[in-house]
């Protein structure tokens, strides 16, 4: 259990910079084609979608290098899966994958983040576990981890905390890498088009 919430804890604490070569990686290999962009950007504006929804519930504390939580949060889209803002990665992530365009690809990508989602997220939970046993026990019985039910398990709808506008201000790291992925992926389809292969 210690080893595994030592590579929890490093996914965890290096998220937003242990995808970059991926990424890097993808320009060299993406075929996107017109379809693959009608089937991909709606998956993408679905996933920034809810974590902006999830943002507007937990805050800007998911930014930190550091796990913390100074309350149990359970509304909103917490209330139908205990990890949306993950849900919500996946969604983006299958997205820039089905634009991309490049099956052998999209399958070394799922192993990355199926290591890194199966160990960040039990070490998040086991984080929340200790700090609040009781809430927290009842929260993981009744709402499911990872795919959303499709109605709010009852007694978690709650009020948003935080204001649009501020779940906007603290995703804009987010929405400049989403650009910088969509442009890249635009800019392969333009040289795919002049240079067939």
């Known amino acids: 259990m210690a080893s595994d919430n030592r590579i929890g804890r490093f996914f965890f604490v290096w998220r937003d910079k242990l995808p970059v070569p991926l990424a890097l990686a993808m320009f060299t ?7 693959n962009w009608i089937a991909g950007v709606p998956l993408v504006i679905a996933g920034e979608l809810i974590r902006l929804w999830g943002l507007m519930h937990i805050g800007p504390t998911t930014r930190t290098r550091e796990i913390c939580a100074d309350r149990l949060v ?18 983006k992530i299958a997205g820039f994958m089905v634009i991309a365009g490049n099956a052998a690809y999209a399958l070394c990508v799922a192993v990355f983040y199926i290591l890194e989602f199966t160990t960040m997220i039990p070490y998040e939970e086991t984080f929340l576990a200790e700090k609040f046993p009781e809430a927290h026990r009842i929260y993981r019985e009744s709402v499911p981890v990872f795919m959303p039910a499709l109605k709010p398990c009852k007694g978690l709808e709650g009020k948003a905390c935080f204001e649009f506008a501020e779940a906007v201000r603290s ?4 929405f400049a890498s989403t ?5 890249a992926l635009l800019f392969c389809s333009i040289i795919r088009k002049e240079n067939p292969s």
């Open 29 to 35: 290999c993406a075929r996107p084609r017109p379809l």
């Open 74 to 91: 359970t509304s909103g889209p917490y209330s139908h899966c205990r990890n949306p803002l993950y849900f919500a990665n996946f969604l």
């Open 171 to 174: 995703e804009r790291r987010t």
């Open 179 to 183: 650009s910088f992925i969509l442009l």
